[in-house]
């Protein structure tokens, strides 16, 4: 699917992106909270994935480009609240209601935003990516990570759908 959620954060008049996707997946529970999603974008990631971002990390510092502190990404999520303005990573949340956030980054080659969505009546959860590019250097740029990117999303929603069905793990989230 490649349309943003009709009632999302994203769909904003005169905005227009240069690359959008969206992966959407089944809810078990609908009680599921917009902060339970989020916390689990960040602690359900494969490890192959963190390799992949650890990798472009080592690549893009060479230019210039904003790269993520992954060392105290543990208590950075633990005292987080996800707030407007919270820097998790490579992440800063844009904007933030009951069914969806908006994380992204905005750098000198691109900027980009991920929506966790949730559409708690069809019990589903959509995660939308959004990219403008500012030059000629985010166009190339963008060239080799978007058929990673095709692999990373929907793996990263697999695993967000199966950390939030664990009952464990949602009675730990609660306290979020």
């Known amino acids: 699917m490649n349309r943003i959620p009709e009632l999302s954060l994203l769909n ?8 959008v996707d969206s992966y959407t997946a089944t809810l078990e529970h609908e009680d599921v909270t917009v902060e339970e999603v989020t916390h689990s974008f960040f602690t359900a990631t494969p490890a192959w994935v963190g390799w992949l971002f650890t990798l472009r990390n080592n690549i893009v510092k060479m230019f210039g480009l904003k790269i993520s502190n992954e060392e105290n990404r543990r208590d950075v999520l633990k005292a987080t609240q996800y707030n407007i303005g919270d820097q998790l990573g490579l992440f800063k949340i ?5 069914r969806e956030i908006l994380l992204g980054e905005d ?4 900027d980009f935003r991920v929506s966790l969505y949730l559409d708690k009546q069809a019990k589903e959860l959509a995660v939308t990516t959004v990219v403008k590019f ?3 250097f985010g166009r190339l740029y963008f ?6 990117h095709k692999m990373i999303v929907p793996a990263m929603l697999k695993g967000i759908i199966r950390r939030l069905q664990t009952t464990n793990n949602r009675n730990q989230l609660k306290g979020i």
Request: charged fraction near 25%; proline fraction near 12%.
């Open 134 to 136: 500012n030059n000629w």
């Open 107 to 110: 750098d000198k080659h691109l």
């Open 94 to 98: 844009f904007a933030k209601n009951e």
């Open 143 to 148: 060239i080799p990570v978007r058929p990673f």
């Open 12 to 19: 904003q008049p005169d905005t227009a992106f240069d690359y």
